[in-house]
């Protein structure tokens, strides 16, 4: 079983902060995906990185994966509380032939105070 | 298209009953997975799908669940005899996947079971 850590898990910090939430495994995956979760709802897909290094954008979301593809990093410049909700990131596992798992983590439960 | 459709929405029933949740997958998705969702566990994958084969159920927690596909548009996850410790949101997943590993998982609203 792969397992992936997220850190923190929780977090609550005022209007206009800055935060950065961390993903490890000590698997290697195929591509690695973040999700945002609202209450009542289920995730939704953020974005996918695949390239061990590469950086993506999302207006005030920077998404890193590691080097190795083994972590990633969400960092959220000047938070608002719409950012407010529980972060999931999601390891890809894929290997053809039928075989394709999407491993979640814990998530992180970001509060972003007014 | 409609989504990743659930249903029940909410469930409550009595220990030892017989639950079943329903799932619509999305139209020409290839891939449909169940995960259970609680507050000290996260989210955790029960079992997978792919064109209506079951490929890994390895996270079913014991012979009290069952899962099928019968065709591509629908899907069941079968839970009995029911127990308390079974409470939770239950979700369903599609995906494209179409051999990429950039694909999206979509999810339905979930179902969430309460077993007293």
């Known amino acids: 079983t792969q397992l992936l850590e997220q850190s923190p898990q929780f977090l609550s910090i005022q209007e206009g902060e800055n935060l950065t939430v961390y993903c490890n495994s000590s698997?290697?995956?195929?591509?690695l995906q973040w999700y945002r979760q609202e209450p009542g709802e289920g995730p939704v897909l953020l974005v996918t990185?695949?390239?061990?290094?590469e950086v993506k954008k999302l207006k005030r979301l920077t998404f890193q994966f590691g080097d190795a593809r083994k972590d990633s990093s969400l960092h959220i410049t000047a938070a608002q509380p719409g950012d407010t909700g529980l972060y999931l990131c999601?390891?890809?596992?894929?290997?053809?032939?039928?075989?394709?798992?999407?491993?979640f983590g814990k998530g992180t439960k970001l509060s972003v105070i007014p | 298209d409609a989504g990743v459709i659930q249903s029940p929405r909410h469930e409550v029933t009595e220990m030892g009953q017989e639950v079943t949740l329903r799932c619509k997958p999305i139209?020409?998705?290839?891939?449909l997975f169940w995960y259970r969702q609680t507050m000290m566990r996260g989210l955790e994958l029960l079992i997978y799908?792919?064109?209506?084969?079951?490929?890994?159920d390895s996270g079913m927690p014991e012979d009290r669940f069952s899962a099928k596909m019968p065709n591509a548009s629908f899907s069941t996850l079968k839970i009995q005899p029911s127990e308390p410790r079974d409470s939770a949101v239950y979700f369903c997943?599609?995906?494209?996947?179409?051999?990429?590993?950039?694909?999206?998982?979509?999810f339905g609203q979930g179902t969430r079971l309460t077993v007293v």
């Open positions: 990185v695949v390239t061990g290094g």
């Open positions: 799908f792919n064109n209506n084969v079951p490929i890994d």
């Open positions: 999601a390891g890809v596992a894929y290997s053809g032939a039928g075989s394709y798992q999407l491993t």
């Open positions: 698997s290697v995956f195929s591509s």
């Open positions: 997943a599609s995906s494209p996947q179409k051999g990429r590993v950039d694909t999206e998982a979509f």
């Open positions: 139209s020409g998705h290839d891939y």
